[in-house]
Nanobody, 120 residues
Framework: DVQLVESGGGLAQAGGSLRLSCAAS????????IGWFRQAPGKMREDVAC???????EYSDSVKGRFTISTDNGKHTVYLQMNSLKPEDTADYYC??????????????WGQGTQVTVSS
């Protein structure tokens, strides 16, 4: 079975940093697009970062220059380093795998999420 388990969320002050982790199992980690998306109460889901099948990195405009996505293939883990956090980054963060498309266009699998709260 495919399993994605996120961790690392919590409370941070504006301007601070957090690093999220997502451990993947049951799926050939290197073969697919993998990324992070977030969901804030009352807001649409936002895709924030993606490692495409070609292993290029893509970011939403709202996090570009502040967030960095990376992987440790040996550990089958994807990370999201979040710096210069803003209150508007407050959301539940999920990692997902897209087994169909080159980019993170349609996640087939995702984890249970980890909550990030940024105080002003």
């Amino acid at each position: 079975d495919v399993q994605l388990v996120e961790s690392g969320g919590g409370l941070a002050q504006a301007g601070g940093s957090l690093r999220l982790s997502c451990a993947a199992s049951g799926v050939p980690f290197d073969d697919y697009a993998i990324g992070w998306f977030r969901q804030a109460p009352g807001k649409m889901r936002e895709d924030v970062a993606c490692i495409t099948r070609g292993r290029t990195l893509e970011y939403s405009d709202s996090v570009k220059g502040r967030f960095t996505i990376s992987t440790d293939n040996g550990k089958h883990t994807v990370y999201l380093q979040m710096n210069s956090l803003k209150p508007e980054d407050t959301a539940d963060y999920y990692c997902g795998i897209d087994t169909t498309y080159y980019r993170c266009s349609h996640y087939d699998y995702w984890g249970q999420g980890t909550q990030v709260t940024v105080s002003s």
